[in-house]
């Protein structure tokens, strides 16, 4: 396919060729510094505060399916045929509800953070009305705005203005831009394989998963986009640059979360790399509820819009939050490479502080979870410093059977309490034919203590992340203990 030197965006209904370096400008300073849609506020550049929501519409069977991401770690390269709505674009001039609710309810005083919270509340009728609820979309505005950051009005009045909104009705974006004529327009630029490149920079958006290990092999060093919610934050903050894209967004396959029934091995879930935290969650919801519960507290909506499991997996965090519960699972990764495809337990994945079993040329391609069976228990565990939108202090996922009151298999994980998440086995081993007792969690619990290498850090001490990781051992007993409730 021939080398395009521009991407094509709609931006509030309107069609724009982008090219040269512009093309990889972040979406806020696109849309403040060169259409000067001023709406869109830059204030943390890390995804952080919301202030720079837009809508982001993307072809979903036959509609387009609007969420709220964060402008300022989206890069235009990224978001060829796509749509953008931002707040300028909501209405045709007059305020729309969630507007109005906003001045009613004195629920803006500087005003720097409010047209991100409009967009966010839109954002959060979209999903409403979309009919693809989670179990946690009643209306929870509180859950729903975590990903926006308010330094002078305080929260309440803002909640007030969203429960007013949604009370008097929040028009649907398809309402001001009919989907048929967008979509007519979109439809092959968002899913085409697409090569764009401006001067030294290039990117490359392929459509089957052999044609992007090839480029890996041809350009090594490149850098593989995935939703680019880590890798937004180190091209801002970092200011790395790199120069050869691979986009993972045009691999539908990719984005694939499916239950397989695999007979006398059960369950498996089957995610693709590139399914976003938002995918995921409405399979999880029922699926996995323990993870979907973790995921409520995973960023904010914003990113998990975009952010994708498989990012996640290969940002190789110690604390990323989807990484004891896959050991716990035993999850197999399934990689693509020159060589053909592997699948590797996730537990021999990580080898030290993000060093990993990925060979160059080599791409995570999908992600198979086996689900706990119904005699099995599974908690999990978030600690953080405030409960939403906050890095972890100490991560935990505990599974285990029983036979009768004996533990008959343990499985331990534990993050950020060493370079890589930590399986335990010698407290696992310890577990093992014990009767399930608090005596015998706090014994573990000791045990436990003495297997990890935390260190001290700004989130919490070395001392306070043993003491949790003896704690979180009992926690688990007297959540189970006496009613030996079976997940
Ligand atoms: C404000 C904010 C809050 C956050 N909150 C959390 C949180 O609560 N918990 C948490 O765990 N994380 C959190 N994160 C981190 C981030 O959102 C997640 O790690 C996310 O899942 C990354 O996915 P992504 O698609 O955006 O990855 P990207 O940024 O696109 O990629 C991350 C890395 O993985 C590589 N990569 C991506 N996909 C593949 C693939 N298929 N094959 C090979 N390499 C690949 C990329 O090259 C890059 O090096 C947060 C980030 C931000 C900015
Ligand atoms: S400017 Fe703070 S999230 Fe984008
Ligand atoms: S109104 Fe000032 S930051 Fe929210």
């Given amino acids: ?75 235009l390269f990224q978001l060829d045929g796509t749509h953008v709505v931002t707040v300028e674009g909501l209405s045709g001039g007059q305020l ?52 926006n950051l308010c330094r002078c009005t305080g929260y309440s009045p803002i909640l007030e203005a969203a429960e007013r909104a949604q009370a008097a009705g929040c028009p649907s974006v398809a309402e001001r831009y009919p989907p048929a004529p967008l979509l007519a327009e979109i439809a092959n630029s968002a899913t085409d394989e697409l090569e764009m490149a401006s001067g030294r920079r290039k990117v490359y958006g392929p459509t089957v998963r052999s044609d992007a290990v090839k480029f890996l092999v041809e350009n090594p060093g490149a850098t593989i986009v995935a939703g680019a919610t880590d890798l937004g934050v180190q091209m801002n903050k970092r200011h790395i640059a790199p120069t050869d894209f691979l986009l993972l967004n045009r691999l539908l396959e990719f984005r694939k979360v499916e239950v397989n029934d695999q007979g006398e091995e059960g369950r ?70 020159p060589e053909g495809s592997r699948r590797v337990n996730i537990n021999d994945f990580y080898q030290d502080y993000k060093q990993f079993d990925l060979a160059p040329g080599e791409l995570l391609a999908q992600i198979a979870m086996p689900l706990p069976r119904e005699d099995e228990w599974l908690r999990l565990y978030k600690i953080t410093r405030r409960r939403d939108l906050d890095i972890s202090t100490f991560t935990a996922a505990i599974r285990m059977r029983r036979d009768r ?71 688990f007993y007297h959540e189970e203990h006496p009613s030996l409730v079976v997940v």
């Fill in 268 to 337: 498996v879930l089957m995610a693709g790399a590139m399914a976003t935290w938002a995918d995921l969650e409405t399979v999880l919801c029922k699926e996995l509820p323990q993870f979907s519960e973790i995921l409520s507290r995973f960023g904010s909506p914003q990113i998990r819009h975009m952010g994708t499991l498989g990012g996640n997996i290969i940002n190789a965090s110690p604390i990323a939050d989807s990484l004891p519960v896959l050991h716990v699972l035993e999850a197999h990764l399934g990689i693509e490479g």
């Fill in 96 to 147: 729309t509800p969630v507007q109005q609710a906003m001045v009613d309810c004195h629920g803006s005083q500087c005003g720097f953070c409010t047209p991100g919270f409009v967009v966010a509340m839109h954002g959060h009728c979209e999903q409403m009305s979309s009919g693809e609820r989670t179990n946690r979309d009643e209306p929870n505005w509180r859950q729903a705005l975590t990903g």
């Fill in 1 to 75: 396919m021939p080398t395009r030197d521009h991407l094509q965006i709609w931006i509030n209904g309107h069609r724009h060729e982008v090219r040269g370096d512009d093309m990889f400008l972040s979406l806020s300073d696109f849309l403040r510094d060169r259409l000067r849609l001023v709406g869109t506020k830059i204030v943390c550049s890390e995804g952080d505060c919301g202030a720079c929501s837009v809508l982001l519409g993307r072809p979903k069977s036959n509609r387009l399916e609007y969420q709220a991401i964060d402008a300022c770690i989206a890069f």
């Fill in 405 to 475: 009151d004996r533990i008959s298999e343990a499985r331990i994980a534990y993050g950020a309490v060493g370079p890589i998440v930590l399986r335990l086995p010698q407290t696992e081993e310890f577990l093992i034919g014990k009767t399930f007792t608090e005596e015998t969690m706090r014994l573990a619990g000791d045990m436990a203590a003495t297997e990890i290498t935390p260190i001290s850090d700004v989130r919490g001490s070395a001392d306070y992340r043993r003491q949790l990781a003896k704690n979180v051992l009992l926690k």
